[in-house]
């Protein structure tokens, strides 16, 4: 067992800390965050140790590392910070999860309570599959991506770096979204989305 401390305690960390807790995998749960600066002490019973940029003072023979934020770039940069100063960055899975013995996973990525990772399905590190997301057979989905809650991905479709599918989003089979995307809440994408873009409706249209 280890201790897990957690990058940003805003929303997306609260629940990383809620799910580390529930898989019993951890003796203890901290934070760094900005607002320690300000008096900011605890998030319910888990203490704030510091600011993020406090991270340079903890050993990684002591704590394991999540990155709690949301905005895929900024957690592109933590993740390799982290990397850098040898700490572990485990993947963190809620019990309720499922995740298929035959998909494939990076390393800190959190899988949130209800989500599917079904099988031949690839997860790159340091993404985000949030609650009740599904993703089914034979999806690839690259590093730093955060697929929110409700979201289903359809067998075989992929997603690129850092890209965000947003709150109920759909994608048809063998769908590709490019790298760097916006998906908007409730969309249905039924064709490729290039590099770069964000698209939104049903069926998902670019953004104007
Ligand atoms: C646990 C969690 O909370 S995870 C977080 C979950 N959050 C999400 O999934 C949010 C995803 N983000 C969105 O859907 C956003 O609305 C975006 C990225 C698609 C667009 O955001 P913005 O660029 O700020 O667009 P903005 O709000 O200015 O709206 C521009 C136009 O697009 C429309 N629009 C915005 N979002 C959508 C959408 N998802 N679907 C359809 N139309 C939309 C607006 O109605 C507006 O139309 P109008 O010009 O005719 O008035």
Redesign the pocket.
């Known amino acids: 067992m280890t201790k897990l401390l957690i990058l940003g305690a805003g929303?997306?960390g609260k629940?990383i800390a809620d799910t580390a807790e529930q898989t019993k995998a951890f003796d203890a749960i901290a934070f760094l965050d900005d607002r320690f600066n300000d008096g900011l002490n605890n998030i319910l019973h888990w203490p704030i140790l510091g600011t993020i940029s406090d991270l340079n003072k903890i050993s990684s023979n002591e704590y394991a590392i999540a990155i709690g934020i949301?905005n895929n770039s900024m957690r592109a940069e933590f993740f390799e910070l982290a990397i850098s100063l040898n700490f572990d960055i485990p993947n963190i899975i809620h019990p309720t999860a499922y995740i298929s013995q035959y998909s494939t996973l990076g390393q800190g990525s959190v899988f949130f309570a209800h989500s599917v990772v079904n099988i031949n399905a690839q997860i790159g590190n340091a993404c985000?599959i949030?609650?009740s997301a599904s993703i089914d057979h034979d999806c690839v989905i690259g590093d730093f991506c955060?697929i929110?809650?409700g979201v289903h991905l359809a067998g075989a479709s992929r997603v690129g770096d850092r890209s965000?599918?947003?709150?109920?989003?759909v994608t048809k089979q063998q769908v590709e979204v490019g790298q760097d995307c916006?998906?908007?809440?409730?969309?249905a994408v039924i064709q490729n989305v290039y590099n770069n873009s964000?698209?939104?409706?049903?069926p998902a249209r670019l953004?104007s």
């Open positions: 929303g997306h629940v949301g985000i949030n609650t955060h929110s809650p965000w599918l947003g709150i109920g989003s916006v998906v908007g809440a409730g969309a964000i698209v939104m409706g049903v953004k």
